[in-house]
């Protein structure tokens, strides 16, 4: 489209009126040229909206109910150019001033002029809420109506396993997984295996949900030190699957831990699982030393570029899976945490349990048309061998299906923070904090945490940062 | 045209043979019947030898044209105009100019294939290996002229008009000379792509557009172009209005799955303030840009900016509204990445007058919004209901809308270059005073700026 021009043409329409037609385009001819003199003495673009300015200076003020110029000073980085942009706000009002308009004889003239229009700004341009409601109730019926179309006829049940324990971030955590949960568009019971018993705090939480949960105590307590943290977690997780096989609950068991961070599409990928799939996983390690991340936005096409590791399937060119990838933790060997609570990289394993999804049938003793290539439950952990992934539930990992365009989308986003083990939520407050973490995963998170959560008092929320940091 | 006879006697009888099989066929033609323009013999044109070219078939109370000659196409009805098939409804012959008017120019700029302008190039190597070419002028109803004024480059790659006139006036000059086709009519059966910014005003800047006017020797001629707008010079009556040129390939390169959530509510990527040629605001886009910038940028729902972002056609697919204002001229290639992407468009253009819209359905697909109403988009676009927005949704999802469009290598049945045959052929048949009667004479060719008459 047109955008090169020798040199601008300005209708100044503006001075025009009321004079003489040879009187004013003489003077406007020695205008230009005095203006031209001045850009050659000067070395650059002499903006001729001065005169403009200084000979309406007394109209614009005096009409200021009506007008609000602001003017705006733009340097470019080619030439020193100084420019002066002057925006007239101008509430339902038509555009002033009245352009220069060419008439030709004998043709129709269209309605709409060529030349200078005002900019038009209303006085209060920030959205009304009402409004805004409106536009997510759209995009959420947009959304239902795209499911309807493209999405998986007939969609499974979901069943989302998570371990978790009492500790100073536990409600963080878990009301952050509580909301996404909700957001499913999928009929879901949640399985959480709390470590320790069952509590009366985590209890709370679940109760305030008002989802389908079934709430399991496993005796043991959780060990201090990540290691063994994230083996027991693997021993909990082999505990709800014992539940699932039981209780002989349908659908998709997804593996869920409090911390994580799902996107909600990552529900609907797994709804095309078969048996058993994979998905790719991100990997936030949280370095503990503040340092100041680049504002970074995720997207699939700048995963190779970025060093945020990603752990999921690997597929040759047909699409079929040939391998893993897996959390390369040289980096970080020095820098890592033992101890929960630590102010370190916490690392995660080689494989995560969350990137992986099943078809509860897999678990159950008999099942229609279950594969061979599963080892039966009650055999796996019988002589107490420590289970890494759910890769040890089969014998042959080769009938995984990759799921995510094929491992290149990353559904969902692993971290784990903690804080110190001496501190605690402030007492007897129903509320969360809303702790700037560096998550620089999904935002409905930490909105759904602000939302629902009331801003505590100012000196626990500084504590807490200063522990996290 | 004995073959023709012969073959449509032929099919009567298929016809006929297969009048219980096929009541489809005669369903088909009832539709026609209510919708299309009756015909009788005596208002058919006659041919250079004195043949009337169709002839009829009654049965029962429907007319029914076996021949091609084209009826009078229901106007606004999506389907069925779209799928029309202008094969055997028209015939075009393209005039042999010297290289120096089409192939040494491009040869010179090959840029000129992948901008925006590019549907003069593509039009004219799709009409060379075309069923509707004729060789023999005799039997054309339509004359294309292939000259490309749109590819003088500048080195940033935007067309300069200043010589294209002249091009013109001496392609036409030349098909004057070395054929009689062109003083037989003066060009009313002749047809022009002229894709530029104003058509065949030949200037980038309006008010200069304005001023020059349509070159006066396209008068008559029927201009194929980008730019309409209504009450407007640069739009003749009778033009057809075409998309600008969007890379097929590259676009289906970017597709994502249609399972992806919709999630942005307002997407737009382009300028607000034409920084180079009007850095204060106001005459670039009649300040409508502007006006969204100083009204939106804060608004969470406005995924606005001046960014180019790689993930460009990724984006509009996951939006549900994008924006196609006004910028230099009213038409942009958003609009047609809107419609390929299923993203509904907002045209924010006043008088604008879109591609093809005899036959699309624009009023249903887009949301129209005066460029006074801009400091309201936000409430005009929440304020639509959303059965509305879903039937939209569910238009734009339809593929003849989306390959209507397109301008694909090689042609694919239905795609632009098919609509504007269509286009052409519901122009048949050429009116009486088409055709000028001996020693008539109605343009003056020395009409025009005077720098048009050098030579070229």
Known sequence: ?469 | MEEKKKEGKEEERKVKDDEKGKKKYWKKDEKKKGKGKKRSLARMPQLKGGELMPYWLRKGRSWVVIQDKGIKAPSGSAGDVLEDDPVGRLKVFVYELPSKYNRKILQKDPRCLTHMFAAEIFMHRFLLSSPVRTLNPEEADWFYTPVYTTCDLTPNGLPLPFKSPRMMRSAIQLISMNWPYWNRTEGADHFFVVPHDFGACFHYQEEKAIERGILHLLQRATLVQTFGQRNHVCLKDGSITIPPYAPPQKMQAHLIPPDTPRSIFVYFRGLFYDVGNDPEGGYYARGARASVWENFKNNPLFDISTEHPATYYEDMQRAVFCLCPLGWAPWSPRLVEAVIFGCIPVVIADDIVLPFADAIPWEEIGVFVAEKDVPNLDSILTSIPTKVILRKQRLLANPSMKQAMLFPQPAQPGDAFHQILNGLARKLPHAEKAFLKPGEKILNWTRGPVGDLKPW
């Open chain 1, 1 to 469: 489209m047109a955008a090169y021009r020798s040199s601008p043409a300005l209708s100044d329409g503006g001075g025009a009126d009321g004079m003489g037609k040879s009187q004013a385009s003489c003077f406007w001819l020695l205008l230009h040229g005095l203006c031209c003199l001045i850009s050659l003495v000067l070395g650059f673009r002499f903006s001729r909206l001065v005169f403009f300015l200084l000979f309406s200076t007394t109209t614009l003020y005096t009409s200021a109910p009506v007008l609000r110029a602001t003017t705006t000073t733009t340097t470019t980085t080619t030439t020193t150019t100084r420019t002066e942009t002057l925006t007239l706000s101008l509430p339902n009002h038509p555009p002033l001033p009245p352009p220069a308009v060419h008439s030709v004889p004998n043709r129709t003239r269209s309605r709409v002029v060529v030349g200078r229009h005002g900019i038009r700004i209303r006085p209060w341009p920030h959205p009304n809420p009402t409004e805004v409601m409106r536009a997510h109730h759209i995009i959420d019926q947009v959304q239902r109506e795209q499911r309807l179309q493209y999405g998986v006829k007939a969609p499974r049940p979901l069943i989302v396993v998570t371990p978790t324990y009492v500790r100073t971030f536990q409600a963080l955590h878990l009301t952050g997984l509580l909301h996404s949960l909700l957001l499913v568009p999928y009929r879901l019971t949640w399985i959480v295996v709390e470590a320790g018993g069952v509590t009366n705090e985590t209890a709370a939480i679940l109760a305030r949900s008002q989802l389908n949960f079934l709430h399991i105590p496993f005796p043991e307590k959780m060990p201090t030190q990540w290691a063994e943290r994230h083996k027991m977690e693997a021993r909990m997780r082999l505990h709800a699957l014992r539940a699932v096989r039981e209780r002989l609950l349908d659908g998709i068991v997804v593996f869920a831990d409090d911390s994580n961070i799902h996107s909600m599409e990552f529900f609907d990928e797994v709804q095309k699982v078969k048996w058993m799939g994979a998905v790719s996983v991100g990997i936030l390690a949280h370095s503990g030393n503040s340092e100041p991340t680049p504002d970074r936005q995720f997207r699939e096409e700048d995963k190779e570029n970025f060093p945020v590791p990603i752990q999921g399937p690997a597929c040759n060119s047909s699409g079929q899976l040939v391998g893993w990838h897996t959390f390369n933790s040289l980096p970080y060997r020095e820098k890592s945490a033992t101890f929960v609570g630590e102010a370190a990289t916490v690392l995660p394993r080689k494989l995560e349990w969350a990137g992986f999804v099943l078809n509860s049938k897999l678990l159950w003793k008999e099942a229609d048309k279950k594969p061979n290539w599963v080892r039966d439950l009650d055999a796996v952990g019988k002589y107490g061998e420590e289970l890494e992934d759910p890769l040890a539930l089969l014998k042959d990992e080769s009938f995984v299906e990759p799921l995510g365009n094929c491992g290149k989308k990353a559904l969902l986003w692993w971290l784990r923070v903690e804080a110190r083990s001496d501190s605690k939520f402030p007492p007897g407050s129903n509320s969360l904090t809303y702790l700037i973490v560096e998550i620089t995963g999904r935002l409905d998170l930490i909105f759904t945490i602000a939302y629902f959560g009331i801003l505590g008092d100012p000196f626990y929320l500084s504590e807490l940062s200063i522990k996290l940091s």
